[in-house]
């Protein structure tokens, strides 16, 4: 009996001990935590501030990369707009980026014909080595005719109002140390 009453009370001793050092380690991590508060919260801070840019800058790069349906013709062949747009894709655009999305057709013939088209394009650029991505989407580019970007620019050629100085009067006016001696006043 009295050996069972030792050994009871010696094991939950020796369990309190390390439910005590449980406890104090859990302090200890707690503590520290506390300390040093904000640091180790900013990173996932910074990253949830800079995520949606990321995304933003992403969509822009795809809408930019992409050739709508307007870059092709009716039998779904790259134009030569189209073939410049996919020259600059595979040879200007930064590396990371250089990925052509092409808008997919009303039927997946279509849509083969306008990847193959592109394929072609992109293989007489670059004949060996690494080809970019073709990726299909479905979103159309934000395109307007060139008609109507000319009539847009000359009419903001037409209302820019010339530039002119105004008369100097007042506070405008240049100071005397300023003006050439044999400057002449203009009217």
């Given at each position: ?79 030569d707009a ?56 479905e979103i159309?580019?934000a395109t ?44």
């Open positions: 009996m009295r050996r069972s009453l030792t050994a009871l009370t010696i094991a939950a001793l020796s369990g309190s001990f390390i439910g005590c050092a449980n406890v104090r380690h859990q302090a200890g991590i707690d503590y520290a935590r506390n300390v040093s508060w904000p640091q180790p919260f900013r990173a996932a801070d910074c990253n949830s501030v800079i995520a949606p840019f990321e995304v933003m800058r992403d969509n822009g790069w795809r809408e930019n990369n992409t050739l709508g349906s307007s870059l092709f013709s009716a039998d779904q062949a790259l134009s189209g073939e410049i747009k996919v020259q600059w894709i595979v040879t200007q655009a930064p590396v990371s980026h250089r990925i052509v999305y092409v808008k997919s057709g009303a039927s997946e013939q279509e849509t083969n014909a306008r990847v193959e088209s592109v394929q072609l394009a992109v293989s007489k650029l670059i004949p060996s080595g690494p080809l970019p991505q073709i990726l299909v989407t159309e580019p307007s005719s060139g008609a109507y970007q000319t009539l847009v620019h000359r009419a903001l050629i037409k209302t820019t109002p010339t530039p002119r100085l105004s008369k100097f009067s007042g506070l405008n006016a240049p100071s005397q140390q300023t003006v050439a001696p044999n400057a002449s006043e203009t009217k």
